[in-house]
């Protein structure tokens, strides 16, 4: 009798970050361990008219820097940004791309809504215009699936590939879908997810959900967990990452953020049945999946809706698996505004580099968590840990509730 | 002299298809085939969309398999704009 082989496991290699208080991990890291903000007035095109007009933009990215002039007609910022955090994270792997074959590399990535920016622009072409002037483009650069699409083509990926579409929740899903990939063979896969949709169209689109602030203090408008919490602030950007084989990664001596421990989805019932949401589940499914305890747990960041019956939801999930206080939470989302499916990707990269550095970055805006929601929320300034396993969840409108588990390198 | 040039031709593919950067937009490109300049079909769909918009002008569908190359290209717009020509004055 033989031992049966090992699971194979997924570890981070390698992260492009593209964030409103930073862009490129190194300087997303230290503007969100000093608590800057994002956060401002809309610049891409005047809001004033609109009920809410604030968001967190990406202003330091420079497209004819990152992307190649070939590639840059035929795509929208959400793609744009995908192709700049896909060749950093490639870069920041150390992997020699070309090792492998095209077949044993894949990519997957979410998408809350597509190339929102492009299909803007072709579709007032369309009816202002005539159908002569619609971009030949305009068959893919809006799509879900353009930004997976993309960065296959640009780097060649021929094995697995996908898209995840289940808003906020489908950061997680899409890096989870990777990790399966893995799992049954694939020794290299891009995942993540980037959004970019702060155009009218977009911000339309999302006011019509009723969830963002009507707020113009940028210091005052997304405050999960406080009381006083009256929605959120889009932003843009998200995070891409180079998942490989652990036992691979080593071998050629990669340096190793850290690994995909657990994860677990779960949906909730549909609103006014009554009964209660199933995100609990999803907490104690990745934390069993992981092979991991609550009290493993180092600290937890949240999903922090920023909407008083959510929040309520999640910390009331929280105190149950951990006990009422029993964990640090931090909403680092505070600093950038909610990026969709690009913020689950940036805050496993955040949580990464939190139990590297051992820091927990804060809550920003605010003061302190409604007292009957027993958290122990970070505020005020980076929380000083020392342990090997976080807690990321994501919550997606429509009932979407995921749960990922990340660790520390084992055996470094 | 041609109503249509060469250099109109690659103005218009870089403005909605970017240029390749290992590849030079100059006369010596005339006679390669755009696959090798890093054009696709949609490439070439959409700089067709272009030139019929800018020079009030409609080009045969089948120009889009047939002229391979910038020069092929170029002729046909040529030949379509010729084409137009008498039809203008008859209606004046």
Redesign the interface.
């Known amino acids: 009798m033989t031992a049966p082989a090992p699971t194979p496991t997924a570890v981070v290699t390698g992260v492009g970050v593209l964030a409103p208080n930073g862009v490129g991990a190194r300087n997303y890291w230290s503007a969100t361990l000093r608590g800057e903000s994002g956060i401002g007035r809309i610049t891409r095109f005047d809001p004033s008219s609109y009920p809410s007009r604030l968001a967190g933009e990406v202003t330091d990215f420079s497209v004819r820097d990152h992307v190649p002039s070939r590639l840059v007609p035929q795509t929208d910022r959400t793609t744009q940004f995908a192709l700049a955090g896909s060749d950093w994270a490639l870069a920041d792997s150390g992997l020699d791309a070309g090792s492998l074959p095209a077949q044993e590399r894949g990519v997957v990535t979410a998408s809350a809504s597509g190339g929102f920016e492009f299909g803007q622009r072709e579709l007032g072409h369309l009816w202002g215009k005539d159908p002569k002037h619609v971009s030949a483009y305009m068959s893919f650069a809006w799509f879900y699936a353009v930004n997976t699409g993309q960065v296959s083509i640009r780097h060649d990926l021929r094995g697995p590939t996908g898209v995840l579409v289940t808003d906020q929740a489908g950061g997680l899903d899409a890096v989870a879908q990777a990790r399966r990939r893995i799992r049954g063979g694939t020794p290299v896969m891009l995942t993540g997810g980037m959004d970019a949709s702060l155009c009218p169209y977009g911000l339309a689109a999302q006011i019509s959900a009723g969830m963002l602030s009507g707020s113009d203090d940028p210091a005052r408008a997304y405050r999960p967990f406080a009381a006083a919490a009256d929605g959120h602030v889009p932003g843009e950007g998200g995070a891409i990452l180079t998942l490989e084989e652990g036992r691979r990664a080593r071998e050629r001596g990669a340096r190793v953020y850290g690994e995909i421990g657990g994860y677990a989805a779960t949906f909730d019932p549909r609103p006014g049945s009554g009964r209660p949401s199933n995100l609990e589940r999803a907490v104690r499914d990745a934390l069993t999946d992981a092979g991991l305890r609550p009290e493993d747990i180092t600290f937890v960041l949240a999903d922090g809706a920023g909407e008083p019956e959510a929040d309520r939801v999640e910390a009331r999930a929280l105190s149950a698996v951990f006990g009422p206080g029993g964990v640090p939470v931090t909403v680092p989302k505070t600093m950038t505004g909610r990026l969709y499916s690009g913020a689950a990707p940036l805050d496993l990269v955040t949580a990464l580099l939190a139990l590297r550095d051992g820091l927990v970055p804060p809550t920003v805006h605010v003061d302190a968590p409604a007292a009957d929601y027993d958290l122990d929320l970070v505020t005020g300034r980076p929380r000083p840990v020392d342990g090997d396993a976080a807690l990321v969840l994501a919550r997606g409108r429509g009932g979407f509730n995921s749960a990922m588990v990340v660790r520390r390198p084992t055996g470094a | 002299m041609s109503a249509f040039t060469l250099e109109d031709l690659f103005t218009i593919m870089?403005?909605?298809?970017?240029?390749?950067?290992s590849v030079d937009l100059a006369d010596t490109a005339a006679l390669q085939e755009f696959a090798e300049l890093?054009y696709d079909s949609?490439?070439l769909?959409?700089a067709l969309?272009r030139v019929?918009?800018a020079y009030d002008v409609e080009l045969p569908e089948e120009t889009l398999g047939e002229a391979l190359t910038p020069a092929a290209f170029v002729d046909a717009v040529n030949a379509a704009l010729a084409a137009r020509t008498p039809a203008v004055e008859a209606a004046g």
């Open positions: 870089r403005e909605c298809a970017g240029e390749e950067e890093g949609l490439a769909m959409e969309s019929e918009r």
